[in-house]
């Protein structure tokens, strides 16, 4: 037994030295072709930011139908205490809330375009990104497209904003005031 065992030891030790990996020489900077590496690297920068924003603020990578220019216009943005984001319908208009309210946004868009995505970044009164949130309006004309955000442990006083986006492009900021 022991002749048997030998031989497959002295195979696996033979395989092993074969596959030991040798460092990769260095090539000198001139002899090199950084252009690739670079278009990898900031390839790889790019993800990692696209992934950091996912992280920070919630919102999935933006399909590229939704990065193109479109006939659409923000028309309005109203504030309210209450309303639905199923239905797109909002209560009575105010932009004065208590600091346990919940503040719904009513974005009216209008155009001939059918395929554009609205963002709404809620921003509070020193700057800071609170929430990020989107949606796909899937069709032409005036739109009604519904908001919201509550904060349980309550909002901060002060002046507020939600600035809103059509396919990435700013089109407009609106302010709300909690007191």
Avoid at 15 to 32: D, I, N, Q, S
Wanted: proline letters at 6%; aromatic letters at 6%.
């Amino acid at each position: 037994m022991t002749f048997k065992i030998l031989p497959c030891v002295a195979i696996c030790v033979c395989l092993l030295a074969a596959c030991k990996r040798e460092p990769v020489p260095a090539v000198p900077a001139e002899a090199r072709d950084d252009t690739a590496a670079s278009s990898a690297e900031t390839a790889a920068a790019d993800d990692s930011k696209r992934k950091g924003a996912l992280m920070e603020t919630g919102v999935p990578a933006v399909p590229a139908r939704y990065t193109r220019s479109v006939d659409v216009q923000l028309e309005q943005a109203a504030f309210s205490s209450s309303g639905s984001e199923k239905d797109d319908t909002i209560g009575t208009l105010t932009d004065d809330f208590a600091p346990r309210d919940s503040v719904y946004v009513d974005v009216l868009t209008n155009g001939t375009d059918g395929d554009y995505q609205i963002t709404t970044r809620w921003i509070d009164p020193a700057g800071n990104l609170l929430l990020e949130n989107g949606r796909v309006v899937a069709a032409a004309g005036p739109q009604h497209t519904v908001f919201s955000l509550s904060k349980p442990d309550g909002w901060q006083p002060g002046a507020h904003a939600v600035e809103i986006t059509i396919n990435g492009k700013v089109a407009g900021k609106h302010a709300f005031h909690v007191k």
